[in-house]
């Protein structure tokens, strides 16, 4: 997960160092672009994910829609699904968790912004029951605050790629995440 964190950042700030510029209202543009072309307000985008590691298979998907409330500010909504499947020394184990958030993004400089987002997802967890040898299934919503700074890098005139860092402030105790543990984000957007 690192080498990609770190190969996408160095292909960011590799696409960026290539030109383009930043207009006064904190919006960008990329060469051979005019400063004057307009996007469109909403924009849509989200992130895939996948994790095969020895008898652990992960697949999420979290499209997103956003809306531009002004140059810097903007609002938006995403949905999220993850099938997991793990292979224990008792039985196999198959996750099936879904949820959706509402986020908010303020750029305050170009290119990067800040970004929170409140989070409601429903896990399967699993138990083991003793009497039966078996491991047992129940769901649990779960809250996250997720709070932290991203970077979008332009593509073309209506798509950017974007990386985020963020940590949930909740805390809740049915939470996959440790304590403070940072989650990171690589995805695409665009804009029309």
């Known amino acids: 997960m690192k080498k990609l964190f770190f190969l996408s950042l160095f292909y960011f700030t590799s696409v960026f160092a290539s030109g383009g510029g930043v207009n006064?209202?904190?919006?960008?543009?990329?060469?051979?672009?005019?400063?004057?072309?307009q996007k469109g307000k909403w924009y849509y985008g989200g992130n895939f994910g996948a994790n095969f590691w020895n008898d652990y298979i992960l697949v999420s998907v979290e499209p997103m829609a956003g809306y531009k409330v002004s140059s810097k500010f903007s609002l938006g909504l995403k949905t999220h699904y993850s099938f997991i499947m793990e292979d224990n020394d008792v039985q196999d184990l198959t996750y099936h968790n879904f949820g959706g958030s509402?986020?908010?993004?303020?750029?305050?400089?170009?290119?990067?912004?800040?970004?929170?987002?409140?989070?409601?997802?429903?896990?399967?967890?699993?138990?083991?029951?003793?009497?039966?040898?078996?491991?047992?299934?129940?769901?649990?919503?779960?809250?996250?605050?997720?709070?932290?700074?991203?970077?979008?890098?332009?593509?073309?005139?209506?798509?950017?790629?974007?990386?985020e860092v963020l940590v949930d402030v909740i805390q809740d105790k049915n939470s996959p995440f440790k304590k403070w543990e940072p989650i990171f984000h690589v995805g695409a957007a665009v804009g029309f």
């Open 24 to 37: 006064s209202d904190n919006t960008f543009y990329l060469p051979g672009t005019s400063p004057s072309e």
């Open 102 to 163: 509402v986020f908010a993004r303020y750029s305050p400089v170009p290119l990067g912004y800040l970004h929170a987002e409140f989070v409601y997802r429903n896990y399967e967890q699993y138990s083991f029951n003793s009497v039966s040898n078996k491991f047992e299934s129940d769901r649990v919503w779960v809250p996250f605050l997720l709070l932290g700074a991203g970077y979008k890098q332009p593509l073309g005139p209506n798509a950017s790629l974007y990386a």
